[in-house]
């Protein structure tokens, strides 16, 4: 298990202090959030914990010999296969098996009886080292995370170099998951993740035995994952016991307290000031000077210095017809493959709809439908009277990608290049920024000049496709606040459940090609999805077997709670034979004679792969299972 210790760190780039005299430590076992506006310094923090970045002040300490696992925002790349990839995350072991393999063999061939000594004594070592570390189960473990985070087994055969750019973070995701190492440290994890894979990951980090280090600006999954919040915010550090929300409790509290305390503060300097004015050359000028060394050796009290934040209105739009849109036995699709087949659904004016599902339901696909970029292969699609549509695209294909950033706003809307730079001010393009180039900015800064396009629109319906991507926690509060009291209409597709809950009144699951409703927020939704799983297995297991439809029977097999229990029980008797012929294989006894020792290792191989065999027909039961369900 491992803690880590910082101590007074500090880190500037030229005359910009990213922070100053910062320390913390997380104890083993403990999952700790850092949060902060983009630009505050997270992700450098991180890379100096790592020793990654050079600190300029300050040291850390990790417990020595602990395993570190570290994912990376960005993507990886690579060659060879996906299963490749992951059993990279093995390299030691393998070499440990490949070694002690070797000894075996070097074993059973030796007669000098010394060199058979040191040979069991090596091979004892490795065989120990092997075990600590998962070698008689990795294969195991690379599937079930692999699987977790959303790759079927046909994905272990594909070159990593075919993979998307989120698949290939997911990949990265998966390597350092999968050695379970002492400490995770890891940066923005749920990016590119789908709701059940976040839901999955959260679980997994639930039970982990480890310590983990997360960046996230996912306040959801910070509820569901951490203990402590470390808040980096203007070059200083505060921490705050529990999840995300009793964070913003706490800061609240701790927030208008020193505010309080600062008022009351600068009331008695400005008062003492006053006196010391007054009587500074007069009969109580020693009084005065007295009270001008009191206010000398105050320790004052300094509010935080805040950054600046995203703060911005959407307009009044104008009235339209109160079916705003409408999918009328719509079938879609790309190519060949058919997206969904002849689904409806209808948006009335002022509604805010959410559009769920896993990632390749064809969430974004009906969005192109509505806005007319895409035709549907069968079905109507009917639009409202005065019906006017601005589209957040998640790829933010509606930015030019040429030019600045004050050229798209001037040349997009007709304005003065006063009135753009004050519009671009209030969404944090300052100064010179204003000069980037659009295929220049980061995804944070595409993302709010997107969100100045569609406020200068004045659309009536908005279409938002991941509106809260790559946006720290106070942009997205922003945007919250504004489609909160927005009156027009809204859809969008989201993975950040914490914003669905704050925007939707109404959710739309696409999964399987089919369209579902849910008159509520997510969190509704949520609740009624549970509701819905726990009758079905109630009315599942109550069932006599003879009343079950025939085609149920034909997908899975009569009894799999049976076969899974026959299955589970094999596996514990294999794996407590497998202990004993570990223990044989460690004894030097078993070593005296070549042929016992090669029977050893033999019993050995076959109940090995035994095991492995009898976990890859757990593994298939249990997607049937799921599948079923």
């Known amino acids: 298990m491992a803690s880590l210790h910082a101590d007074q760190l500090s880190k500037s780039f030229g005359v910009d202090t990213i922070f100053d005299n910062i320390g913390f430590e997380i104890q083993s076992g403990e999952k700790v959030g850092l949060i902060g506006a983009n630009g505050a310094g997270k992700t450098t923090l991180m890379r100096c914990l790592l020793g990654l970045e050079?600190?300029?002040?300050?040291?850390?300490?990790?417990?020595?010999?602990?395993?570190?696992?570290?994912?990376?925002?960005?993507?990886?790349?690579?060659?060879?296969?996906?299963?490749?990839?992951?059993?990279?995350?093995?390299?030691?072991?393998?070499?440990?098996?490949?070694?002690?393999?070797?000894?075996?063999?070097?074993?059973?061939?030796?007669?000098?009886?010394?060199?058979?000594?040191?040979?069991?004594?090596?091979?004892?070592?490795?065989?120990?080292?092997?075990?600590?570390?998962?070698?008689?189960?990795?294969?195991?473990?690379?599937?079930?995370?692999?699987?977790?985070?959303?790759?079927?087994?046909?994905?272990?055969?594909?070159?990593?170099?075919?993979?998307?750019?989120?698949?290939?973070?997911?990949?990265?995701?998966?390597?350092?998951?999968?050695?379970?190492?002492?400490?995770?440290?890891?940066?923005?994890?749920?990016?590119?993740?789908?709701?059940?894979?976040?839901?999955?990951?959260?679980?997994?980090?639930?039970?982990?035995?480890?310590?983990?280090?997360?960046?996230?600006?996912d306040r959801y999954f910070l509820d569901n994952t951490v203990s402590r919040i470390l808040d980096l915010q203007g070059g200083r550090l505060a921490a705050y016991a529990g999840n995300y929300s009793r964070y913003l409790e706490q800061k609240a509290m701790s927030d208008a307290a020193l505010l309080s305390a600062y008022e009351k503060q600068q009331r008695q300097i400005a008062k003492t000031e006053e006196y010391i004015r007054r009587y500074k050359a007069g009969i109580k000028s020693k009084q005065a000077r007295g009270r001008q060394s009191q206010l000398d050796r105050l320790e004052r009290i300094e509010l935080m210095r805040r950054d600046k934040v995203l703060e911005f209105d959407l307009p009044a739009p104008a009235e339209c017809a109160d079916r705003v849109a409408e999918l009328i036995e719509v079938t879609a699709g790309y190519g060949d493959r058919t997206v969904f087949e002849r689904q409806s659904l209808l948006v009335r004016r002022g509604e805010s709809v959410a559009l769920v599902g896993p990632n390749g339901a064809g969430k974004t696909t009906l969005l192109k439908l509505l806005t007319g970029e895409l035709d549907p292969r069968e079905g109507r699609i009917k639009k409202g009277s005065r019906v006017h549509i601005g589209y957040f695209a998640q790829q933010h294909e509606t930015l030019s990608g040429h030019g600045t950033l004050l050229d798209e706003i001037v040349h997009g809307f007709g304005m003065g290049e006063e009135r753009a730079r004050g519009l671009l001010g209030h969404f944090l393009f300052c100064g010179d920024d204003v000069f980037k180039r659009i295929g220049d900015l980061s995804g944070g800064e595409r993302a709010r000049l997107a969100l100045l396009k569609l406020m200068l629109s004045g659309a009536n319906v908005l279409l938002l496709d991941e509106p809260t991507n790559h946006l720290d926690i106070t942009a997205k509060e922003a945007v919250e606040t504004a489609l909160a009291v927005f009156p027009g209409t809204i859809v969008a597709v989201s993975h950040d459940r914490y914003f669905l809950d704050k925007v939707a009144d109404?959710?739309?699951?696409?999964?399987?090609?089919?369209?579902?409703?849910?008159?509520?927020?997510?969190?509704?939704?949520?609740?009624?999805?549970?509701?819905?799983?726990?009758?079905?297995?109630?009315?599942?297991?109550?069932?006599?077997?003879?009343?079950?439809?025939?085609?149920?029977?034909?997908?899975?097999?009569?009894?799999?709670?049976?076969?899974?229990?026959?299955?589970?029980?094999?596996?514990?008797?294999?794996?407590?034979?497998?202990?004993?012929c570990e223990a044989a294989l460690n004894d030097p006894a078993t070593h005296g004679d070549p042929e016992t020792s090669r029977q050893a290792a033999d019993r050995y191989a076959a109940c090995k792969n035994a095991l492995d065999a009898k976990y890859e027909d757990w593994l298939a039961l249990t997607d049937q299972k799921n599948e079923g369900n």
Not at 109 to 136: H, N, P, Q, W
Not at 196 to 208: I, K, S
Not at 560 to 579: M, P, V
């Open 54 to 217: 050079p600190l300029d002040k300050g040291h850390v300490r990790l417990t020595p010999g602990a395993t570190v696992g570290y994912v990376r925002q960005q993507t990886v790349a690579g060659d060879g296969t996906v299963y490749a990839y992951l059993e990279d995350a093995y390299t030691d072991v393998l070499e440990c098996q490949r070694r002690f393999r070797e000894t075996e063999r070097r074993m059973a061939a030796e007669k000098d009886e010394t060199e058979l000594a040191r040979l069991m004594k090596a091979y004892a070592v490795d065989i120990e080292y092997f075990e600590r570390s998962g070698g008689y189960h990795y294969a195991t473990d690379i599937r079930r995370v692999a699987f977790g985070l959303g790759f079927a087994d046909e994905d272990l055969a594909r070159p990593v170099a075919t993979l998307s750019g989120g698949q290939q973070t997911r990949l990265n995701l998966a390597k350092a998951l999968c050695r379970t190492p002492d400490f995770l440290f890891l940066d923005e994890p749920t990016n590119h993740l789908d709701i059940a894979m976040v839901e999955w990951l959260e679980e997994f980090l639930q039970g982990y035995a480890g310590s983990v280090f997360i960046i996230s600006h």
């Open 506 to 580: 109404r959710v739309v699951e696409l999964d399987d090609g089919r369209l579902s409703e849910y008159l509520g927020d997510y969190s509704y939704y949520r609740r009624q999805k549970q509701l819905a799983a726990r009758q079905a297995a109630t009315t599942a297991a109550a069932r006599p077997a003879a009343s079950r439809p025939a085609a149920a029977a034909k997908k899975r097999p009569p009894d799999a709670a049976k076969a899974a229990r026959k299955l589970e029980e094999e596996i514990a008797g294999l794996e407590a034979e497998l202990t004993a």
